[in-house]
């Protein structure tokens, strides 16, 4: 249920822990990236307004031919030439502050609907300046639906919010310049915003910065890993029944508790199944079977990193498992077959260390620590699992 | 069983199971081509007691199934030797337990058993040695020195006497405790106070009974005889020696025949014997001195068997390739009630590998074999043979009772009621055939416990 909220009432009485969040906390959140990838392209629209600036008469607020039919140049071309012009002043006399307002700005999730109260009445807004705190609130699932040139349209638009144009700040529903209608600010704001990001995709620096919005993002919910290793399994005699080694598969789910406290829940099964030949005719195969749940703990050790670093994202993962493990040997020939099974339960210790590739994929890589042993009474024989087993796989974050 | 032989036994299963028609007949053809292509490759091993030769003193170790006796009781251990894991496992004619495994010296040779049901023994022979081996696992090696290879043995359960016969005709007498440790023994050769030894066999009651030649009557004609020769007293003749030649303590009996080749003491009849001569098959009472026989004239000696009751198999043409394509005659000859007696069959068998006679139960069981490598005078299951067979007649008037196919890759043994099958398993599989109602038993995984090391 959506529930509407006074903005200034609900954000003054309840606790920020409940509904907002910090940008850029514990492992990263879900539109950190999204956020710092816009505040990105905002400065390096800011440069070519800069570099634009150096030249007589430069044009800033248009619509790039090539670009026309881009949605954002619905609102420049709503621009008669007067405003066209006080736009590219405004622009040219702003984008230092502006980049200075990028870089001095908190910004904070809410996720809940705000609602904005001013003189033109009640409405619902994606994103909120707080200009005395240099604060912006932002509505992260309507944030995250939005594309990544409106996001960052958004953003420059709040961010033109904090610089001191004419000496005031800017408030959206005042009449500024040629833009004297009701709201009038609200549309040289859009409009410079709106010119900004177009400025920016035109010289190619926008798309700089969109490689990132793939990155793999460490607050996802839900794991899922596939992992190779080698069988932990060793003899404790050495027999006919030696196999050398073989590799086992992992399957995990793991379930993230809470982004701001890093425990996991996880399930793993674990299969391998390896033959030989024995003596003339006889095939031997051993299979093993692990099933095993328990608790991980993550830990970010590339934190002081730039978020846009992909190391930043990497972690970390401890955990501990009880752990159910079957093995079996089967010994099969032309005239008979034999089969016998021996189990175990035993505590499981894994370390490994997540490294982000793109699209919300991990490659991972670790060991695990077992102490187990399996002895087959009718065959009298023995295997012991005791000491590390290192592994390697893929993540799917979700 | 060689690749080439394998191969031929595999070619020879595929062909004839592809083509689907008459069975027996077309087998019999096919065999009989592979045959005559293949059996100039088919060299005999150095060391063969599947010998052809008379002249023997018990049987060939071929032939030295543990199950000569016939048996009422239906539960028996069986033995049997595994060329797969080369042991020795003891079995329940039951099938429904392993009792025990042995290993055996030089494992990688051919081994030949010799057992009776009921005692807590075994004897285990290869070309390199002599064990006996206890039914508790417990070993012992023979310290005899034996110059040339053991060809036959002869056994006597029931006073523990075991009698050897090598390739140089060295006859090496045992006597055993009951946990077949060797009490006693003497070696010596076949030559003695100007007698040669020709062929015997024990007696039940423990004396040697042997046929010799070597000597001349007042006129200068050779004289055969028979002797018994009491080995213990013989025992006790070769510890007062001192040059290691000692005197055999004997009774002699001169015979009118010639060159006994072979010697059957006949079972519950301590004083009868069936006699093989170059030219008759007699019946003898050592008591009486009476004689009854038969003439061989030129028939062919198929098969001498021991097996359960003594008998011998003649055939008409001793061209054995021509066997099945011509209905040729056989006769059984046998002793029954104080008589020989004879059979007589127009009927084509396969190459009869092995002969039982059963007197008592009147049957007569043939084993037979599609393909062979070499004719053999003695029983023999399990030498290269391919599309083995079992067939039962009723004594009495050669009805046939009974027919099995014997698997080729089988290890057989056999007594009255069932014919044991081991397989080449790894892990262990027998099967046990009932002779009348044609059921299997199985027994398997036997072996798992010994396959870690």
């Known amino acids: 249920m959506n529930v509407r909220l006074n903005i200034t009432l609900v954000l003054l009485s309840f606790s920020t822990v409940t509904m907002s969040s910090t940008f850029l906390g514990n492992g990263g959140q879900s539109g950190d990236i999204e956020l710092t990838v816009s505040l990105k392209q905002i400065r390096a629209a800011a440069d070519v307004v800069e570099e634009r600036s150096e030249k007589k008469s430069p044009q800033l607020c248009y619509c790039p031919e090539e670009y ?43 996720d809940e609907s705000m609602i904005n109260e001013s003189k033109s009445g009640s409405r619902e807004v994606e994103a909120v300046a707080q200009k005395e705190k240099k604060l912006i609130l932002i509505d992260r699932s309507n944030f995250l639906e939005r594309s990544p ?30 833009f004297d209608q009701a709201n009038g600010t609200r549309f040289l704001l859009n409009a410079a915003a709106a010119s900004l990001v177009m400025l920016s995709i035109e010289e190619n620096v926008y798309q700089d910065y969109t490689g990132y919005l793939k990155m793999s993002r460490p607050h996802r919910k839900h794991w899922f890993s596939v992992d190779v290793s080698d069988s932990p399994l060793k003899e404790t005699e050495k027999t006919n029944f030696n196999i050398e080694s073989s590799r086992n598969f992992k399957f995990s789910y793991r379930y993230l508790l809470n982004n701001d406290l890093p425990w996991f829940v996880g399930l793993q099964g674990a299969t391998g199944t390896e033959k030989r030949d024995l003596f003339s005719q006889t095939k031997l195969t051993r299979a093993e079977r692990y099933f095993s749940y328990g608790v991980g703990y993550r830990l970010f050790p590339f934190k002081h990193l730039n978020i846009l670093d992909s190391s930043w994202a990497s972690f970390v993962l401890i955990e501990a498992q009880l752990e159910h493990q ?30 982000p590739i793109k699209s919300d994929f991990w490659m991972q890589f670790g060991v695990d620590y077992r102490d187990s042993k399996f002895y087959f009474s009718t065959i009298d024989y023995e295997l012991k699992m005791k000491g590390l087993s290192f592994f390697l796989g893929v993540t799917y974050g979700l | 069983m060689d690749f080439k032989n394998r191969l031929v036994s595999t070619f020879y299963r595929a062909f004839t199971k592809i083509l689907g028609a008459s069975f027996r007949r077309i087998r019999y053809l096919v065999g009989l081509s592979l045959a005559l292509v293949t059996l100039g490759g088919c060299v005999p091993a150095k060391f063969d007691p599947n010998i052809n030769y008379e002249n023997l003193i018990g049987s060939p170790l071929s032939s030295s199934t543990q199950l000569l006796k016939s048996v009422t009781n239906l539960k028996q251990n069986i033995l049997l030797f595994d060329r797969t894991s080369r042991k020795v496992h003891l079995i329940d004619s039951d099938l429904t337990e392993h009792k025990g495994v042995f290993s055996v010296e030089n494992p990688n040779l051919e081994h030949y058993l010799v057992y009776e049901d009921g005692k807590n023994y075994f004897l285990d022979i290869s070309k390199l040695h002599i064990s006996t081996i206890s039914l508790n696992g417990l070993s012992s090696k023979s310290n005899l020195k034996f110059v040339g290879q053991p060809v036959s043995v002869a056994y006597a359960p029931e006073k523990d006497f075991v009698v050897f016969y090598d390739d140089y005709q060295t006859l090496t007498f045992m006597k055993l405790d009951p946990q077949g440790n060797v009490i006693d023994s003497f070696q010596r050769g076949a030559f003695y106070e100007g007698w040669v030894i020709q062929a015997g066999d024990i007696l039940p009651d423990g004396r040697l009974l042997v046929s010799v030649k070597g000597k001349k009557d007042a006129n200068g004609n050779p004289i055969d005889s028979l002797q018994i020769i009491d080995l213990e007293k013989s ?17 002699s009996i001169d ?13 519950k009849k301590a004083n009868q014997v069936l006699l093989k001569t170059d030219s008759e098959i007699v019946l003898f009472n050592l008591d009486t001195k009476v004689s009854k026989s038969v003439t061989i004239d030129s028939w062919f000696v198929e098969k001498l068997s021991k097996s359960f009751d003594p008998h011998v198999v003649l055939r008409k043409s001793s061209d054995g390739f021509n066997t099945k394509l011509d209905n040729i005659e056989r006769r059984l000859v046998f002793s029954n009630n104080d008589e020989i007696e004879e059979r007589r069959s127009t009927r ?37 043979a391919s599309g083995r067979s079992f067939a039962r007649f009723r ?31 790894d892990l262990g599989f027998i099967t046990r055939t009932d002779i009348e109602s044609q059921s299997v038993k199985t027994l398997k995984n036997f072996n798992i416990r010994h396959l870690k090391n």
């Open chain 1, 149 to 178: 040139a409106q996001r960052t349209f958004l953003i420059a638009h709040e961010l033109f919010h904090f610089v001191p144009h004419k000496g005031g700040p800017l408030n959206d529903e005042d009449p500024i310049g040629p």
């Open chain 1, 326 to 355: 079957s093995v079996s040997l089967n010994f099969n020939e032309i005239y008979t077959d034999y089969t016998e099974q021996a189990t175990a339960t035993a505590p499981k210790l894994s370390m490994q260390y997540f490294y």
């Open chain 2, 255 to 267: 015979m009118t025949v010639h060159n006994i080749s072979w010697v059957a003491p006949i079972p």
């Open chain 2, 395 to 425: 004594l009495s008037d050669l009805m046939a009772l009974t027919e099995l196919d014997i698997d080729d890759r089988a290890i057989i043994e056999m007594n009255q009621h069932y014919i044991f099958s081991l397989f080449p398993s």
């Open chain 2, 348 to 384: 084509s068998h396969h190459f009869i590998i092995s002969s039982v006679l059963n007197i008592d139960e009147n049957y007569w069981d043939v084993t037979q074999a599609a393909i062979v490598s070499e004719l053999y005078l003695f029983n023999i299951y399990n030498t290269y």
């Open chain 1, 68 to 110: 026309s039919d881009h949605q954002l140049c619905e609102i420049i071309n709503m621009m008669n030439v007067a405003q066209k012009k006080y736009c590219s002043d405004f622009l040219q006399s702003q984008f230092s502050e502006l980049k200075k307002a990028s870089t001095q700005t908190r910004f904070e999730w809410v």
């Open chain 2, 235 to 251: 025992l006790e003749n070769s510890k007062k020696s001192t040059s290691g030649d000692f005197k055999l303590d004997y009774q």
